[in-house]
């Protein structure tokens, strides 16, 4: 089965955060304050996503104020961040969503990442990824991390369900 094909099964969408979201920065002041650059462009995505019935979930191995900040923004509420195994946040999220794993698409860049996108229908990494990490993905965006990644995974997925014209109208009128 193709890409195109199980773009068409998924309903939820599991994202890493540093070096998906984000390009993998951390700037942290000297007086401990974290800061992350986040994309526009990936949360006009998301919002497009979670519009058209797909569920937006963060799973990252960081506890990070600035990401829960972000999600709620853009009204992503399954959020699991300080993770050393995410595979159990997946877990609780395929029993919780009642999702198969061919409904699922993850999109990762790293070590702990892998389990995570060897049991989605979809695996997805970015071009700054490790070679290992790339070689389990079913697609590396052409976008980097942190600057539109998601967005083209969201908009592949629109598109690839017939939701795109539709959702895209709103912004021509």
Not at 75 to 80: N, P, R, V
Not at 112 to 123: H, N, Q, T, W
């Amino acid at each position: 089965m193709g890409l195109e094909d199980k773009l068409k099964k998924i309903k939820v969408i599991v994202l890493d955060v540093d070096g998906v979201m984000t390009d993998g920065s951390i700037i942290i002041s000297s007086d401990g304050t974290e800061t992350k650059k986040f994309c526009v462009l990936d949360g006009t995505g998301i919002k497009m996503l979670i519009r058209n019935g797909i569920k937006v979930v963060i799973i990252s191995g960081r506890d990070s104020k600035c990401t829960e900040i972000r999600a709620k923004e853009l009204g992503i509420d399954m959020i699991f961040t300080g993770l050393k195994n995410k595979m159990d946040a997946f877990l609780k999220v395929k029993e919780g969503l009642k999702a198969k794993d061919e409904m699922i698409c993850v999109m990762g860049d790293d070590l702990m990442d892998i389990p995570l996108m060897k049991s989605a229908g979809v695996s997805v990494s970015v071009p700054s990824a490790p070679e290992y990490v790339k070689a389990k993905a079913n697609y590396v965006t052409k976008t980097p991390g942190g600057k539109g990644a998601v967005r083209e995974i969201a908009d592949m997925i629109l598109q690839g369900q017939g939701k795109w014209e539709k959702e895209t109208e709103r912004y021509f009128k």
